[in-house]
């Protein structure tokens, strides 16, 4: 297992259009996040998995995007109708927990996209 | 709610010069605070993990300290390299379920 993985690691899109990006997580990692960074700026929350349930979403993630994870394995993040605003560096994350504890994050690369 | 805040902003220092980078935080009940690597347009390295109930982790030229109490966290880089110029995040667990970022650091070491 080399880490977390992201796939593509660069989408260019024009405006209108419906993008995927997926995330393969540590395999022993039974948490799994999503985060959103742009330019000059700290990653943002979106949501995250804890197996295949996802437990939370931030109301920066509108009715455009939408994320799985079924059978608590690799992620997909979906966002339809691209905008421009959309532009961002998506990163994914995972972690394990042991008496709901999380021992820290591992990130993925990121996919940069770009919406013309 | 949690605020994380990292001075300064960016950073330039001569080669071979110790440093401190400084993060604090507005609520204290953090599970854990974590410091990344950033390369341009590159994702996020882990450098060191501080569990709430510890107070500092080294990993060779890199030391962070903890302050729960009065939401403080530096980390301090010995002997700095040109290889070290990057942005650095600090992060903080409000909950055992997602991190808080700061802005973070840019630093630039002159070679």
């Known amino acids: 297992d080399t880490g977390v993985s992201q796939d593509p690691r660069h989408k260019i899109t024009k405006r209108g259009q419906n993008v995927t990006f997926r995330c393969d997580p540590i395999?022993?990692?039974?948490?799994l996040y999503w985060y959103r960074q742009t330019l000059g700026q700290g990653p943002e929350f979106l949501t995250y998995?804890?197996?295949?349930?996802?437990?939370?979403k931030s109301r920066l993630l509108s009715d455009r995007f939408s994320a799985e994870r079924p059978k608590g394995s690799f992620s997909t993040l979906e966002i339809q109708r691209t905008e421009q605003g959309d532009s961002a560096m998506y990163l994914c994350?995972?972690?394990?927990?042991?008496?709901?504890?999380?021992?820290?994050?591992?990130f993925g690369s990121g996919t940069r996209l770009t919406v013309v | 709610k949690q605020e994380v805040t990292q001075i300064p902003a960016a950073l330039s220092v001569p080669e071979g010069e110790n440093l401190v980078l400084n993060c604090s935080f507005t609520?204290?009940?953090?599970?854990?605070l974590q410091w990344f690597r950033q390369d341009p347009g590159k994702g996020l390295t882990s450098l060191l993990l501080?569990?709430?109930?510890?107070r500092e982790q080294t990993s060779g030229r890199l030391n962070a300290s903890l302050d729960k109490s009065s939401g403080r966290s530096t980390l301090y880089i010995a002997a700095s390299q040109p290889g070290d110029s990057a942005t650095y995040l600090c992060?903080?667990?409000?909950?055992?379920?997602?991190?808080?970022f700061g802005k973070g650091t840019r630093l630039h070491i002159l070679p």
């Open positions: 994350a995972s972690s394990s927990s042991l008496a709901d504890v999380a021992y820290g994050y591992t």
């Open positions: 395999s022993e990692h039974n948490r």
């Open positions: 998995f804890q197996n295949e349930a996802q437990l939370e």
């Open positions: 609520d204290s009940a953090i599970y854990n």
């Open positions: 501080i569990q709430s109930s510890q």
């Open positions: 992060a903080v667990s409000v909950r055992d379920d997602k991190i808080i």
